[in-house]
């Protein structure tokens, strides 16, 4: 196959010479940036905001947002002092280092000094999406045993309060009605907070952030982070964002995904950077019209959202003066060399491609401005990063074959745990020495890696990571449903879309109604992206003899491929 190669632009960059940076790189030399290098004692969020308070950078643009209603500013100055009046609010509620603090609400200013604020105090975030129905809610508030959330009337309702003893407080953000025990008003309680704080200065290796995500069995899983991460945060940021002092960055991540934590918050503010944040949801004109507005520089997003603008058209894109872009990257998918293309036509960028994971915290492997871009590919590892391809006995494998991509452990944003499972977290070590991704890829004589797929089952819609049997068990709570088995199912614009295989109770006719109401029911109880937008009537799933449902043999079905090994399958 004839491989393109897209040579680096004209211009400046932070990391001028991969192979050499990559020769000589020691993460211990990047800790040398923060205050502490000397005490030992840290706080990303003051690392992130209030350091900056020493410099010149005091009085310059933290954030700019905007939504349909609200077009707000804040500097480093304001985040710092909103910060510790928030944390100031939650030590009042008796909250400590290491309570588990959740944020559930559509993104708005008061959502990213809820975070900055509870981490001052030392507390552990676990945000969540505003699009969470109730069912999951409830399995991130009961496993992480979560102490407060922030959030708005509008989402309360999907917060079973009576079924999570450990939840004492619901700080509301814009409540009108009479507020009932245990909730307090945001804005009542920022009114009367003081904004001296005693910043806690925790442990590098204390829990800071908890993000949930969902693997092919069991519940969501609760990836722990440290502030440790900060480090990667950091020297990412510079490297692969390419951060400049007089940038304007917009990552278009909600921060209930992994990329609107690490790379909506953290790489940005501690690079000292100007963060752009839109509320509201995707429309192409109004995302056009965010860059050309705020003269956006550096600009990270998804795979999904290039797939719908290119789908928009070039038309729409002409309208728009997007000249001041500088850099365009992407994650969370495979990104399509059409896309590569696209991007090159309609706003004259590269679009450079990056991967890692919520387990990963942080950037692993990536293209850099300074590299020549093979399109397709997820580009190389970040220098103090080794990647591999093992095979099925943890052995390496030579170039050009394909296997199971891994890591070597010990990188500075690597997960710590996961919350109360510890066989879970164990998995990923299962041979020694090597983090095992769950993905497969192969690295070509270049070194460049290219992703081939997930190798469990855990379905990528959008560039959400859905775990199929989590909608299955949604499914099955419909009184007609008796089984379900659910995969993703290759899509050209959302990556893959969810579609789910049920036979049916007695009883129970197949039809299009039915159909309707099954989808309804997984939206309004679970999630709206986790509602399968296929559903087949079976009579009989594939299943192992311990009652497994097979989702490969479904997979290989839709997709009309051999479907493999069958020997584990049930009569
Ligand atoms: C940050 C994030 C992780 C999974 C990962 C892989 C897929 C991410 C990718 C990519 C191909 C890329 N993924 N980046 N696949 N190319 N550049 O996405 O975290 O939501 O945990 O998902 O997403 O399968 O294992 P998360």
Not at 24 to 44: C, L, M, P, R
Not at 394 to 415: D, Q
Request: proline letters at 6%; hydrophobic letters at 40%.
């Amino acid at each position: 196959m004839k491989v393109d190669l897209i040579p680096p632009a004209e211009g400046q960059y932070n990391l001028k010479n991969y192979d050499e940076a990559y020769a000589n790189f020691n993460w211990a030399d990047v800790e040398k940036q923060f205050s502490w290098y000397e005490t030992g004692k840290v706080n990303i969020a003051y690392e992130a905001i209030d350091r900056h308070l020493q410099t010149e950078r005091r009085d310059k643009i933290a954030l700019l947002y905007s939504d349909a209603t609200r077009d707000e500013r804040y500097t480093f100055a304001q985040l710092s002092e909103l910060s510790n009046k928030f944390g100031n609010v939650l030590r009042s509620l008796g909250i400590v280092k290491g309570d588990r603090v959740f944020v559930f609400m559509p993104r708005s200013p008061e959502l990213y000094v809820s975070v900055l604020g509870a981490l001052k105090i030392g507390a552990i975030v676990g945000p969540l999406f505003e699009a969470f129905m109730e069912a999951a809610v409830r399995d991130r508030l009961e496993d992480s045993e979560a102490v407060a959330i922030v959030t708005t009337p509008a989402l309360l309702p999907r917060i079973p309060v009576k079924d999570l003893p450990a939840l004492k407080h619901i700080i509301l953000v814009g409540a009108t009605n009479e507020l009932q025990k245990g909730q307090i008003s945001y804005e009542e309680a920022m009114a009367s907070a003081s904004s001296e704080l005693e910043i806690e200065w925790v442990d590098r290796e204390d829990g800071m952030l908890l993000h949930y995500t969902s693997g092919s069995t069991g519940k969501p899983k609760g990836v722990l982070h440290v502030h440790n991460a900060m480090i990667q945060h950091y020297q990412t940021g510079k490297w692969v964002l390419d951060l400049q002092e007089d940038d304007i960055y917009w990552c278009t991540a909600d921060p209930g995904w992994v990329t609107g934590t690490s790379y909506g918050i953290f790489a940005p503010w501690l690079n000292g950077a100007t963060n752009v944040v839109r509320g509201g949801r995707f429309k192409p004109e109004e995302w056009y019209d965010t860059i050309q507005k705020y003269k956006v520089t550096v600009w990270y997003s998804a795979p999904t959202s290039f797939r719908m603008l290119m789908g928009a058209g070039d038309e729409i894109v002409k309208r728009y003066d997007l000249s001041s872009l500088r850099h365009v990257l992407s994650v969370g998918e495979p990104l399509n060399p059409e896309v590569v293309y696209w991007g090159m036509r309609a706003f004259n960028q590269r679009i450079h491609d990056t991967w890692w994971m919520t387990e990963t915290g942080g950037q692993l492997i990536c293209n850099y401005k300074c590299m020549a871009i093979k399109p397709g590919s997820m580009g190389k590892p970040f220098p103090g990063i080794y990647a591999a391809i093992l095979d099925d006995q943890g052995n390496e494998l030579p170039p050009n074959r394909m296997g199971n991509l891994a890591i070597r452990t010990g990188w500075p944003s690597m997960m710590r745990k996961i919350w109360r499972n510890p066989a879970k977290y164990e998995e990923y070590f299962r041979f020694p020495g090597w983090y095992v991704s769950g993905d497969s890829a192969y690295k070509d004589e270049d070194g460049y890696f290219w992703f081939q797929g997930r190798i469990d089952d855990v379905i990528n819609t959008s560039g959400e990571r859905v775990g199929p049997f989590e909608v299955e068990s949604k499914l099955m709570e419909h009184p007609a449903v008796a089984e379900a088995g659910v995969i993703g199912k290759p899509d050209p614009v959302r990556g893959e879309i969810i579609k789910a295989f049920i036979s049916l109770r007695a009883g129970y006719e197949p039809s299009e109604e039915l159909m309707e109401d099954i989808r309804k029911f997984v939206k309004e109880g679970f999630a709206a992206h986790a509602a399968p937008r296929e559903i087949e009537f079976r009579d009989k799933l594939p299943k192992t003899r311990s009652g497994k449902i097979m989702r490969r043999v479904l997979k290989a079905w839709e997709l009309g491929l051999p479907t493999g090994d069958l020997s584990t399958m049930e009569d």
